[in-house]
């Protein structure tokens, strides 16, 4: 699961030089902590070729209650929610790192180990005039699976758009293991056994 990713400078730039055509609003951005129901830059494949918009994190819940923030890739193409908005609106969320939290409550960073920016697969639809998005999750690798059970399904900068256009590549996305992230914790609990 996916519930709370950092986006900084770093990222900006990074979003400037994928999209040089950038809405001063845009580059208003704020730096920081991106929660759920909170608007994000993700970069769509709307029009002729990636653009980059503004959209709110979550999808309305079952009966108005809560925000879906999330899609299993394992069940996306399954699940009423989200089978057209990943079929025909599928985005990209960019973010400098992820947080998870383990059993404890404790809070794990995750980034790559590169230092670059991590792209994470999503997928968004129209909600009141407005469009919304949800990230993709996959079942974690062993960088991440020692935390939680579940991670952001990560895409690589050169499967960006594919991701977007390329209709054959959604299946193998959607069952792709991401690549190893590098952990930092400021605590972690020893086992003495």
């Known amino acids: 699961m996916c519930g709370r990713y950092f986006v900084d400078d770093v990222v900006f730039s990074?979003?400037?030089?994928?999209?040089?055509?950038?809405?001063?609003?845009?580059?208003?951005?704020?730096a920081?902590?991106?929660?759920?129901?909170?608007k994000a830059l993700v970069l769509t494949g709307k029009g002729q070729g990636l653009s980059v918009e503004?959209?709110?994190?979550?999808f309305p819940g079952y009966y108005?209650?809560?925000?879906?923030?999330?899609a299993r890739a394992e069940t996306v193409l399954e699940r009423k929610t989200?089978?057209?908005?990943?079929?025909?609106?599928?985005?990209?969320?960019?973010?400098?790192?992820?947080?998870?939290?383990?059993?404890?409550?404790?809070?794990?960073?995750f980034l790559r180990k590169d230092g670059t920016v991590l792209y994470m697969?999503?997928?968004?639809?129209?909600?009141?005039?407005?469009d919304r998005f949800v990230i993709?999750?996959?079942q974690a690798n062993d960088s991440v699976s020692r935390v939680h059970d579940r991670m952001p399904l990560i895409l690589e900068k050169d499967e960006?758009?594919?991701?977007?256009?390329?209709?054959?590549?959604?299946?193998?996305?959607?069952?792709?293991?991401?690549?190893?992230?590098?952990k930092r914790q400021e605590y972690e609990q020893l086992s003495l056994f």
């Open 136 to 138: 993709i999750t996959t």
């Open 64 to 70: 108005q209650k809560g925000l879906l923030i999330n």
């Open 14 to 30: 990074e979003i400037e030089k994928i999209v040089p055509a950038i809405c001063a609003d845009i580059q208003k951005q704020q």
């Open 82 to 109: 989200f089978r057209d908005s990943v079929l025909h609106r599928r985005c990209i969320i960019p973010a400098g790192h992820f947080y998870e939290w383990d059993s404890g409550k404790n809070k794990a960073t």
């Open 121 to 130: 697969a999503g997928c968004y639809r129209r909600f009141e005039n407005e």
């Open 54 to 58: 503004e959209m709110l994190w979550g």
């Open 160 to 182: 960006l758009e594919a991701w977007l256009y390329d209709d054959h590549f959604l299946n193998f996305a959607l069952n792709k293991t991401p690549a190893e992230l590098e």
């Open 32 to 38: 920081g902590d991106i929660y759920p129901s909170r």
